[in-house]
């Protein structure tokens, strides 16, 4: 069973830079033709897509904040990351990761981990 | 805005068929994905492409689409359906990934 977990600071402050890290366990993020997504719930709201990150390293973002935004990926480690920089309330959010196959979507997902910007 | 159109909210009386709608112009060539997000859980997948639920999605839950139209219909829907559902597919350059903005299905 694949399983995934954020991790990563609660808070953060403004115009700071947000860094989480998913951890996959039952996967190998270096093999098959999978997508590693974040995708983030601000309270109250619904899902935003961020970007998700290839086994190349290859990497496809939200226009909306891709230039704030940058995933990674450490194969040797099996997990993959966000960052989000010049943070502002507006970002406070559930952050999840989740594999996409490419085609359809995403089957597993992380709990989530909710950051919220505050000073 | 989002590329995908939900209604925001939509009722159905406990047993009864209910049909949630997304509209986009994505949606003329590809097929949507649907998610249920109960309070305080992670998403949960639910249906995805022609005809295809993930193992322990129960068979109630089917998908159609029409045009620039994708349907969720539940058959016969019970008290434990009552969540948000979202649809998700591409966007037209095929690169990103894009959400309607939810529906909150209420089982009366």
């Known amino acids: 069973q694949v399983h995934l977990q954020e991790s990563g600071p609660g808070l953060v402050k403004p115009s700071q830079t947000l860094s989480l890290t998913c951890t996959v366990s039952g996967d190998s993020i270096s093999s098959g033709g999978f997508y590693w997504s974040w995708i983030r719930q601000q309270p109250g709201k619904g899902l935003e897509w961020i970007g998700y990150?290839?086994?190349?390293?290859?990497?496809y973002y939200d226009p909306a904040l891709k230039s704030r935004v940058s995933i990674s990926i450490d194969t040797s480690k099996n997990q993959f990351s966000l960052k989000l920089t010049s943070v502002t309330a507006a970002d406070t959010a559930v952050y999840y990761c989740?594999?996409?196959?490419?085609?359809?979507?995403?089957?597993?997902w992380g709990q989530g981990a909710l950051v919220t910007v505050s000073p | 805005s989002s590329e995908l159109t939900q209604d925001p909210a939509v009722s159905v009386a406990l047993g009864q068929t209910v049909r949630i709608t997304c509209q986009g112009d994505s949606l003329r060539s590809l097929y949507a994905t649907w998610y249920q997000q109960k309070p305080g859980q992670a998403p949960v997948l639910v249906f995805y492409?022609?005809?295809n639920r993930p193992s322990g999605i129960p068979d109630r839950f089917s998908g159609s689409i029409s045009g620039n139209t994708a349907s969720l219909t539940i058959t016969g829907a019970q008290a434990e359906d009552e969540a948000d559902y979202y649809c998700n597919s591409r966007d037209r350059t095929g690169d990103r990934r894009i959400f309607g903005g939810g529906t909150r299905l209420t089982v009366l």
């Open positions: 492409g022609e005809n």
């Open positions: 990150i290839y086994k190349s390293g290859s990497a």
């Open positions: 989740a594999r996409d196959d490419g085609d359809y979507g995403c089957e597993y």
